[in-house]
């Protein structure tokens, strides 16, 4: 069948997507097993392609304190090598959610964030990257309010705590038993997209059927940041869980490719 999208492909007319990556994040660090430097890896080679890397810088310590205690910080701070790289992560979606303000983007980093909470954090998470990108927006006033998607398998506490009380952003978390009630909440949360500024989602691959959801399909992945970006292409995606390694890579490339039908 002749399909339309994989031929502008070939054509090279389909723009590759900015993606904020470091190979600090293929770093062993101290944390689970199953939250490794493959994860990265494997996505990173997959995703060449369609790709277009860019290295993030740490945030500072100023963007933690916008969404985390000093004691928090302090905390992470104990082990060098992860403060670094958590730092460098949060970085990448600084860097996600500026890009977005122009072009939709996809932040391949690693530790994730979205167990992370103002003064408590767990869940592989070290520092709350979602709420940090747009906490650092919101200070710069390059945005005035903003929407968070969170479509990993968990559900996102930390960011939860850290952005309960603040009129300015919403957090909706999508949960579902099976793959049409998933979709069908991902539509449902963007009924009001085009009234935020921009759209950050917070992508977890451990709702795929061969991971700890067993939920979606590889193409689900397509359709949700399809969805997404055509409901508002202010939108930037950071990588959270998703720990089937095999189909990391594919699952994270049918995400961009939905971004890109988006944007034809
Ligand atoms: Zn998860």
Not at 2 to 11: E, P, T
Request: glycine letters at 8%; charged letters at 20%; hydrophobic letters at 40%.
């Amino acid at each position: 069948m002749f399909d339309i999208g994989r031929a502008l492909w070939f054509k090279g007319v389909m723009k590759k997507i900015p993606v904020p990556y470091s190979e600090d994040f293929l770093t062993d660090y101290r944390t689970v097993d199953c939250e490794n430097p493959e994860r990265a890896w494997i996505i990173q080679s997959a995703i060449r392609e369609i790709a277009d890397f860019c290295e993030p810088s740490l945030c500072s310590r100023s963007d933690l304190l916008l969404c985390h205690t000093e004691s928090l910080i302090n905390s992470v701070e104990i082990d060098a090598e992860v403060y670094s790289v958590a730092r460098r992560a949060a970085g990448g979606a600084i860097m996600a959610a500026e890009i977005a303000l122009k072009q939709p983007s996809f932040a391949l980093i690693r530790p994730p964030g979205h167990h992370a909470g103002r003064n408590f954090n767990g869940g592989f998470c070290f520092f709350n990257n979602m709420t940090i990108a747009l906490y650092v927006l919101l200070s710069k006033g390059l945005i005035r309010n903003a929407l968070i998607i969170d479509i990993d398998l968990h559900y996102g506490n930390g960011t939860e705590d850290i952005v309960k009380d603040n009129p300015q952003i919403m957090f909706r978390n999508i949960h579902a038993f099976q793959r049409e009630e998933f979709l069908k909440k991902v539509e449902s949360a963007l009924s009001d997209a085009t009234s935020y500024d921009i759209i950050g989602c917070s992508a977890g691959f451990d709702t795929y059927v061969h991971d700890w959801g067993g939920i979606l399909l590889t193409d689900d992945y397509c359709e949700i940041a399809r969805m997404i970006t055509s409901a508002n292409p202010h939108t930037f995606t950071i990588l959270e869980g998703g720990y089937y390694i095999s189909d990391l890579g594919k699952n994270v490339v049918s995400y961009l490719k939905g971004i890109q039908e988006a944007c034809l």
